[in-house]
């Protein structure tokens, strides 16, 4: 039966197995202790320390091209763009990985823009999202030559528009539309009800694009949306898709409209529990919703474009603990052992923003011990820094051991603080058995470095008098 103190979780089976879906495909146990890509985990904590995030380079590279051979399988002749949603996990040699792959990139900032740009992918092949992109960051995405900016606004079409007629090109856009389609998640994760931030309601699209359209600098390409994140199906996407097709077919009677982006949101195993559909068939059924609506509409299929980001990073990723104290609590209905690991909410704040669930297994060893309730808590000073909120361990799980949490190849790293100014962990990468870093671990004197007060000698404050002794 479940237990009392956690009655979402499955009933104890092997607090040694590694759920398939959840951990890498590569992940297995030599002698009892973890490896991921070839290497054993235990050698890595030894070289590198810990907490670490580690990525298997060979399960990106196979989801990235197993989702897009998905789309353009389903698709076919109409043609499919794959933007692989940088916030999820953007280095230098992941955007490299992606464009090996035959993906584009999709970045929503000027930093994400310089990383892709600095790690040599063609400015032709980024799109630039975002609700509230500076006049700085436009201007630099124009000027570099951005294949596409996703318009949020009214003020955006027209601060894209000025900042293309001073480059002295004609930039394509696209508009993203608040569809109205209410996905099944997270209110945080949901991006296109109606009261939010993003997009411009439907109703509101055709002044805008007879707007954009006047506009001699920009190009209006198609339109996007985006309907959420950690979407199972394909019953959201398609309903999307249906009232995207509906709004695409009128504006298109007064002028070319060759695209549509149907974004991403594609959701991932985080514990046993979860059960997305296989990409292939949320493909196929967005594809038959696609190609059913435009032929009532009368219009082809134009080309479209999704925006996997977790899909693709997020099962590909395990951060690795070292458990520092152990501590039963004794509550009404039963006992729950708080295992306290050397990161937290500073290296993933998922569990924290909105409830997110983590599946964590012993990583060092094996064992044969009875199952425990265990909730593995961070380090940081709040009661809600938690990694783990439910999870079956061995009950000998001990100070020392190596604990690995999967599926955290998405949004950790790049959610990641200095909370308590402790060091953002390494992002390191295996492929074959071998581990190289993608992101160096944080050190102390890089924290000292910003501290612009350590630049003073000590007692002299930012306000202190002046040389010609005025306050």
């Given at each position: 039966?479940?237990?009392?103190?956690?009655?979402?979780?499955?009933?104890?089976?092997?607090?040694?197995?590694?759920?398939?879906?959840?951990?890498?495909?590569?992940?297995?146990?030599?002698?009892?202790?973890?490896?991921?890509?070839?290497?054993?985990?235990?050698?890595?904590?030894?070289?590198?320390?810990?907490?670490?995030?580690?990525?298997?380079?060979?399960?990106?590279?196979?989801?990235?091209?197993?989702?897009?051979?998905?789309?353009?399988?389903?698709?076919?002749?109409?043609?499919?763009?794959?933007?692989?949603?940088?916030?999820?996990?953007?280095?230098?040699?992941?955007?490299?990985?992606?464009?090996?792959?035959?993906?584009?990139?999709?970045?929503?900032?000027?930093?994400?823009?310089?990383?892709?740009?600095?790690?040599?992918?063609?400015?032709?092949?980024?799109?630039?999202?975002?609700?509230?992109?500076?006049?700085?960051?436009?201007?630099?995405?124009?000027?570099?030559?951005?294949?596409?900016?996703?318009?949020?606004?009214?003020?955006?079409?027209?601060?894209?528009?000025?900042?293309?007629?001073r480059a002295g090109r004609v930039q394509r856009v696209r508009l993203r539309i608040s569809v109205g389609v209410h996905a099944s998640t997270h209110e945080f994760l949901a991006t296109s009800h109606e009261d939010q931030k993003f997009g411009v309601p439907l109703?509101?699209?055709?002044?805008?694009?007879?707007?954009?359209?006047?506009?001699?600098?920009?190009?209006?390409?198609?339109?996007?949306?985006?309907?959420?994140s950690q979407i199972f199906d394909a019953d959201g996407f398609a309903e999307s898709a249906r009232r995207m097709l509906a709004l695409h077919a009128s504006l298109g009677a007064d002028g070319q409209l060759p695209e549509l982006n149907l974004g991403g949101g594609?959701?991932?195993?985080?514990?046993?529990?979860?059960?997305?559909?296989?990409?292939?068939?949320?493909?196929?059924?967005?594809?038959?919703?696609?190609?059913?609506?435009?032929?009532?509409?009368?219009?082809?299929?134009?080309?479209?474009?999704?925006?996997?980001?977790?899909?693709?990073?997020?099962?590909?990723?395990?951060?690795?603990?070292?458990?520092?104290?152990?501590?039963?609590?004794?509550?009404?209905?039963?006992?729950?052992?708080?295992?306290?690991?050397?990161?937290?909410?500073?290296?993933?704040?998922?569990?924290?923003?909105?409830?997110?669930?983590?599946?964590?297994?012993?990583?060092s060893r094996s064992s044969d011990a009875e199952p425990a309730l265990v909730r593995v808590a961070g380090r940081h000073c709040e009661s809600g820094d938690i990694v783990v909120d439910a999870e079956w361990l061995p009950g000998d799980v001990a100070p020392g051991?190596?604990?690995?949490?999967?599926?955290?190849?998405?949004?950790?790293?790049?959610?990641?603080?200095?909370?308590?100014?402790?060091?953002?962990?390494?992002?390191?990468?295996?492929?074959?058995?071998?581990?190289?870093?993608?992101?160096?671990?944080?050190?102390?004197?890089?924290?000292?470095?910003?501290?612009?007060?350590?630049?003073?000698?000590?007692?002299?404050?930012?306000?202190?008098?002046?040389?010609?002794?005025?306050?």
């Amino acid at each position: 039966m479940p237990h009392p103190l956690a009655p979402q979780l499955p009933d104890a089976a092997d607090a040694d197995a590694l759920v398939e879906g959840v951990w890498p495909a590569s992940a297995e146990r030599v002698d009892g202790a973890l490896r991921v890509g070839g290497a054993d985990v235990r050698a890595i904590a030894a070289e590198h320390g810990t907490p670490f995030l580690l990525v298997d380079e060979a399960v990106v590279r196979d989801r990235a091209r197993r989702i897009r051979l998905a789309f353009e399988a389903a698709f076919g002749d109409a043609g499919v763009d794959v933007y692989y949603a940088g916030k999820a996990l953007l280095t230098a040699d992941v955007a490299r990985w992606m464009r090996e792959e035959g993906l584009v990139l999709d970045v929503a900032t000027g930093g994400e823009l310089a990383v892709a740009l600095r790690a040599g992918v063609e400015p032709a092949a980024i799109g630039f999202h975002g609700n509230n992109k500076s006049e700085a960051e436009i201007a630099a995405g124009v000027e570099a030559g951005v294949g596409t900016f996703v318009l949020d606004s009214p003020i955006e079409a027209d601060r894209v528009a000025a900042a293309a007629e001073r480059a002295g090109r004609v930039q394509r856009v696209r508009l993203r539309i608040s569809v109205g389609v209410h996905a099944s998640t997270h209110e945080f994760l949901a991006t296109s009800h109606e009261d939010q931030k993003f997009g411009v309601p439907l109703d509101e699209a055709p002044a805008l694009v007879a707007r954009i359209r006047e506009l001699p600098s920009l190009e209006l390409v198609g339109l996007h949306t985006h309907i959420g994140s950690q979407i199972f199906d394909a019953d959201g996407f398609a309903e999307s898709a249906r009232r995207m097709l509906a709004l695409h077919a009128s504006l298109g009677a007064d002028g070319q409209l060759p695209e549509l982006n149907l974004g991403g949101g594609f959701g991932i195993a985080y514990t046993a529990a979860d059960s997305p559909e296989p990409i292939e068939a949320i493909a196929a059924g967005l594809a038959d919703a696609v190609r059913t609506a435009a032929d009532e509409l009368g219009i082809p299929v134009p080309r479209i474009a999704i925006e996997p980001g977790r899909w693709i990073v997020g099962p590909a990723g395990i951060t690795v603990y070292t458990v520092g104290t152990v501590k039963p609590v004794r509550l009404g209905e039963g006992t729950r052992t708080y295992v306290s690991v050397d990161g937290g909410m500073g290296d993933n704040p998922r569990p924290a923003l909105y409830g997110a669930q983590y599946s964590a297994r012993i990583a060092s060893r094996s064992s044969d011990a009875e199952p425990a309730l265990v909730r593995v808590a961070g380090r940081h000073c709040e009661s809600g820094d938690i990694v783990v909120d439910a999870e079956w361990l061995p009950g000998d799980v001990a100070p020392g051991d190596l604990l690995a949490v999967a599926a955290t190849g998405a949004y950790c790293h790049s959610l990641a603080s200095n909370y308590n100014l402790a060091p953002r962990p390494p992002v390191l990468a295996v492929r074959d058995g071998e581990v190289h870093a993608l992101v160096r671990r944080e050190s102390i004197d890089d924290l000292l470095a910003r501290d612009a007060g350590l630049e003073r000698p000590a007692g002299r404050h930012a306000s202190a008098t002046t040389d010609d002794g005025a306050a």
